[in-house]
């Protein structure tokens, strides 16, 4: 039973103190479950023993009560042969035979009573081992969780300046001025550089289809009168002409508007040279 006992002190020992002593409390949980492990193949290998020291006393047992009834056999065989000294001492040696027998069968009792106990210790041991483990598990996740937890606090201890945080901060603003200083830059360029003219006719249609949006919603929603109808045309209201005059008018038509274009144009250009002399100055 001393290994039982320690065993015992083995596993009831505080494992918390194990830990504050050693260096690395994982290695050394680790190695208390593998000394329990090595104590419970001993405490085994002699619940084993104890086991084969039962059954040999159970069978030399048996072997003398079998001796016992031989003699007794033998007696009887004397007393038929009408030898009754033979018969007393076959008796005498039976007589033997049965204390030896009981003698045998009493430390039988005994060593069995013993196994069962042992029997039941090791299972209860095993238990404890196993409990051991699991225990060594949670303690184990325990202490990488606190190494974690630690390592973090660390880490932000370091960072307690924000330092890291602010130039991220002021990489940002000077991001941000970049990305408007390039816009800027692109408009200007926009402005300033390629077709001006037709950059200027393009704000104008613009300007122009979203008045005449808004105008024909309005008109939509009745808050200004419907759009007047087309005027008649003249070519409408005549019945015949000639087709060399109605030529005439178109061309006439055609060279009007052509030349209120060219004059459109031209004051346009005037005011763009005029602007980009005065941005030389």
């Known amino acids: 039973m001393g290994i039982f006992a320690r065993l015992a002190a083995l596993i009831n020992s505080n494992i918390n103190d194990l830990i504050s ?3 690395d409390p994982e290695k050394m949980l ?6 329990m492990a090595q104590q419970l193949i001993e405490a085994k290998k002699q619940v084993a023993v104890a086991i084969a020291d039962e059954k040999r006393l159970a069978k030399q047992a048996e072997a003398e009560a079998a001796k016992a009834a ?12 009408g030898d009754d000294e033979l018969a007393k001492e076959a008796l005498a040696r039976k007589k033997e035979q049965d204390g030896l027998a009981l003698t045998l069968k009493e430390q039988w009792s005994k060593q069995k009573k013993s196994v069962d106990q042992l029997k039941l210790a090791l299972r209860v041991l095993n238990g404890k081992i196993e409990e051991a483990k699991r225990k060594k598990q949670v303690l184990i996740a325990r202490k990488r969780r606190a190494e974690a937890q ?3 606090q660390e880490t932000m201890s370091g960072l307690s300046n924000a330092s890291a945080f602010e130039t991220f901060d002021r990489m940002a603003q000077k991001i941000d001025q970049i990305e408007a ?3 800027a830059t692109g408009e200007l360029a926009e402005e300033y550089t390629g077709d001006v003219l037709a950059h200027k006719f393009g704000q104008l249609e ?11 919603l309005k008109r ?4 200004l009168p419907p759009e007047p109808p087309a005027p008649v045309q003249p070519e409408q209201v005549r019945v015949a002409a000639p087709e060399a005059a109605a030529g005439a008018d178109e061309a006439h038509i055609s060279a009007q508007e052509e030349a209120e274009l060219s004059a459109a144009l031209a004051e346009l250009e005037a005011q763009e040279q005029a602007e980009q002399a005065r941005m030389r100055r």
């Open 70 to 81: 031989e003699w007794e056999r033998r007696a009887m065989l004397a007393i038929r042969a």
């Open 21 to 23: 002593n050693a260096e």
């Open 30 to 35: 680790n190695q208390v479950v593998m000394d």
């Open 181 to 183: 200083e390039a816009e």
């Open 206 to 216: 613009a300007t122009r289809g979203a008045e005449e949006d808004l105008v024909a």
């Open 220 to 223: 939509k929603m009745g808050m």
């Open 150 to 152: 630690k390592k973090i």
